[in-house]
């Protein structure tokens, strides 16, 4: 008998707005690819197509955008987080 496995995606276990601002959250500390690369992790569990309409993108050049080859604007980086429904600030 062989042992199945999948990848293993956090955004399958973001499932609230908590889960998402904890996340993002933890991500900050990081260097700014993590923090990018969170904020596509987090759009993916609310869903691309929502968070694009919300922070007033197209699909595609959100999924461009937040892509590891990606080098979003500041203000993408800050429209997405207000659309995942949390707020970027300075401590």
């Known amino acids: 008998?062989?042992?199945?496995?999948?990848p293993f995606d956090v955004?399958?276990?973001l499932e609230t707005q908590e889960d998402i601002k904890t996340f993002l959250q933890d991500a900050a500390e990081g260097t700014p690819e993590e923090f990018i690369h969170a904020l596509?992790?987090?759009?993916?569990?609310m869903?691309?197509?929502?968070v694009?309409?919300?922070?007033?993108v197209t699909r595609a050049s959100?999924?461009?955008s937040l892509s590891d080859e990606g080098n979003p604007?500041?203000?993408?980086i800050s429209k997405v987080t207000k659309a995942l429904g949390c707020k970027l600030a300075v401590a």
């Open 1 to 6: 008998m062989s042992l199945k496995t999948k």
């Open 11 to 13: 955004a399958e276990h």
């Open 40 to 45: 596509n992790t987090a759009a993916r569990a």
């Open 47 to 50: 869903g691309m197509t929502e």
């Open 52 to 56: 694009a309409k919300k922070a007033g």
């Open 62 to 64: 959100l999924y461009k």
């Open 73 to 76: 604007k500041f203000i993408t």
